[in-house]
C-alpha cells in the first residue's frame, strides 16, 4: 500500500490529509494563525511560529505513526511573505526534519484549481487567511490567475468586525484583480466557504460529502455576511459545526466573498472540500 501525506501551513491554519492507496482517508486541521498581526508587520510573530511549527511536527509524527511512507509540506502567503520567514522554517526542520515548500500565490491558485476540478475547466475562488485566489481554465489551459494579498487573518487584522471597514478593504483588493472574465459560477475552497456552506446546510457535524458540491448564491452570501456581523464572537463560536478559532474570522471572510461575488457578477459559489491539498498531491504525481 502506498501511504503519504500532504501538510498545508496557511495563514489560519495547518492541514493534514493523509492518502492510502490514492484514496483520502482523511484530514486534520488546527487552527494556529500563523498570520496573526501580519498585515500590520511582515513579519511571524514568535509566539506564532512557535504554536505553528508545533502543530506542523504533530501532525508530521501523526502521519508518520499511522504508516506514512512520505509527508510533504507546503506553505502559503503569510510564510513567502514574511521577512522573519526562515526562522520558521528552521524551526519545523528542528522539530520534526520536515522540509517545506514556499509556494508562489501562482502556484497556489494553480494548485487549488487542480484539487477542485482535476483536469475540468472553470474558475475557483480560494479566500485564505492571508492571500485570496481567483483561477480560471478554459480547453484545459489556464487563462487567468491571480492571488492577492487579502484574506481572513488581514482582514481580522486591519478592521476588526466592523463592517463598513471591512466592505472598504475588500472592495479596494477587488481593483487588483483587473476584469477577469469568471463567468456566473464560480467554485470555492478554503476554510471560509466551507464553513459558510455548512451553516448554510445547517450540519451539525462537517461531512464533505455534502459540502462539495453545495451552492451558496450571491443573495445568499451577502445575508451570511450581514447576519454574522450582527452575532457576537461567542454566539457564531457557539454555532454547530464551526471550527476552532474561525469565528472571529468568519464574517470577514463571508463579506470578502460577496463583495467578490458582486463586483465581478458571480451569481453562485459551488463549494468542494477538495482544494489545494489534493492539488498538491495532484503536481506531485502522487494522486
Do not use: W
Amino acid at each position: 500500500m502506498q501511504k503519504f501525506a500532504v501538510i498545508d501551513i496557511g495563514s489560519n491554519s495547518v492541514r493534514l490529509m493523509y492518502v492510502v492507496d490514492g484514496k483520502v482517508l482523511y484530514k486534520r486541521v488546527s487552527t494556529t494563525r500563523l498570520g496573526e498581526g501580519i498585515a500590520d508587520k511582515p513579519a511571524l510573530k514568535t509566539t506564532a511560529i512557535e504554536r505553528t511549527a508545533t502543530a506542523v511536527a504533530e501532525f508530521f509524527h501523526l502521519a508518520k505513526a499511522e504508516g506514512a511512507e512520505e509527508v510533504f509540506a507546503f506553505a502559503t502567503a503569510a510564510v513567502r511573505t514574511a521577512e522573519n520567514r526562515r526562522v520558521f522554517l528552521e524551526k519545523v526542520r528542528e522539530l520534526c526534519g520536515l522540509e517545506i515548500e514556499v509556494v508562489s500565490g501562482e502556484t497556489e491558485a494553480e494548485i487549488g484549481i487542480l484539487g477542485a476540478l482535476g483536469n475540468g475547466d472553470g474558475g475557483v475562488i480560494d479566500a485564505g487567511g492571508a492571500s485570496t485566489e481567483l483561477v480560471v481554465k478554459k480547453d484545459g489551459v489556464l487563462t487567468y490567475k491571480k492571488s492577492v494579498d487579502i484574506g481572513v487573518v488581514r482582514l481580522k487584522d486591519l478592521c476588526g468586525r466592523n463592517g463598513s471597514k471591512l466592505e472598504k478593504a475588500a472592495e479596494t483588493a477587488a481593483t487588483e484583480y483587473g476584469a477577469p472574465a469568471l463567468g456566473e459560477t464560480l467554485y470555492a475552497i478554503g476554510g471560509t466557504a466551507t464553513t459558510l456552506a455548512a451553516l448554510q446546510l445547517g450540519l451539525t457535524e462537517y461531512d464533505p460529502e455534502k459540502i462539495t458540491g453545495m451552492e451558496i448564491t450571491v443573495e445568499q452570501m451577502r445575508t451570511q455576511a450581514e447576519t454574522l456581523l450582527k452575532k457576537s464572537v461567542e454566539e457564531i463560536a457557539a454555532m454547530p459545526c464551526m471550527p476552532k478559532g474561525r469565528a472571529d474570522v468568519l464574517a470577514g471572510g463571508a463579506v470578502l466573498l460577496a463583495v467578490l461575488m458582486e463586483k465581478f457578477n458571480v451569481k453562485k459559489l459551488v463549494v468542494s472540500d477538495r482544494d489545494n491539498l489534493e492539488g498538491y498531491a495532484i503536481k506531485k504525481g502522487l494522486l
